[in-house]
């Protein structure tokens, strides 16, 4: 079976500090994409961040970055510099080259960014 | 461009009732895929279909289907309502052909209540 774990159900950050969100996963494929989503209280999902399994390199978007260890199918998100619009739910998920149309979602972490 | 678009955004039935759900793709997508979201079981793949194919299928009885028409709009139908399909409901498209992996981009999704 594939999964994907976020361990963290919550985190709380001041404006202008580092949070790191964990995600792991489990899956027997080779070729995968993971990816990083956000979801504020609008409910509109919106894309962060992507990382494709057979490259070594973190993907980085402005203040968002990954920690992808393949071995240890891990793959953390760290926002820098957080801002108030950060605020959001923020789920770890997967796709396999096999099915392409199908998401798999961990159960979300929920950020909040302190003034 | 235009985003996804999903019809209506609320909706509430009684149980026993069915329901249809649309969903309209960027102009140009292909493939359309629909997730349910629940606090109790997260974010959960329903299908996806691709030039009017279902092409994945997740783990949701047979109450639920859906089905593409040739301008890539989506619909999708729950027959006999259920309390515990009370759900967002959000759908996603993607240009879906190709070897490599091309971005979903999600709508505002349908907020569906059961009494």
């Known amino acids: 079976a594939q999964t994907v774990t976020q361990s963290q159900p919550e985190m709380s950050v001041q404006e202008a500090e580092t949070v790191t969100l964990s995600c792991t996963y489990d899956?027997?494929?080779?070729?995968?994409?993971l990816f990083w989503y956000k979801q504020p209280p609008s409910r509109q999902m919106i894309l962060v961040i992507r990382?494709?399994?057979?490259?070594?390199q973190n993907a980085t978007e402005n203040r968002f970055s990954v920690n992808f260890q393949k071995a240890a199918k891990s793959f953390s998100l760290k926002i820098s510099d957080s801002q108030l619009g950060d605020t959001a739910m923020y789920f770890c998920?997967?796709?396999?080259?096999?099915?392409?149309?199908?998401?798999?979602f961990g159960a979300g972490t929920q950020v909040v960014v302190t003034p | 461009k235009a985003g996804v678009t999903q019809t209506p955004r609320y909706l509430i039935k009684t149980r026993g009732q069915q329901v249809t759900l649309s969903c309209s793709p960027i102009s140009g997508h292909r493939s359309v895929s629909w997730y349910q979201q629940t606090p109790g079981q997260g974010l959960q793949f329903l299908f996806e279909?691709?030039?009017?194919?279902?092409?994945n299928k997740g783990n949701f009885p047979g109450r639920f289907s859906g089905r593409q028409f040739s301008n890539s709009r989506s619909e999708m139908n729950v027959s006999t309502l259920e309390l515990g399909d009370s759900a967002l409901y959000l759908c996603?498209?993607?240009?879906?052909?190709?070897?490599?992996?091309?971005?979903?981009?999600f709508g505002p999704g349908t907020r569906l209540t059961v009494l």
């Open positions: 279909y691709f030039s009017e194919t279902q092409r």
């Open positions: 990382q494709e399994a057979y490259k070594q």
């Open positions: 998920a997967f796709i396999t080259t096999d099915s392409w149309g199908k998401l798999q």
């Open positions: 996603a498209s993607s240009l879906g052909g190709g070897l490599t992996y091309n971005e979903q981009f």
């Open positions: 899956t027997s494929e080779n070729n995968y994409y």
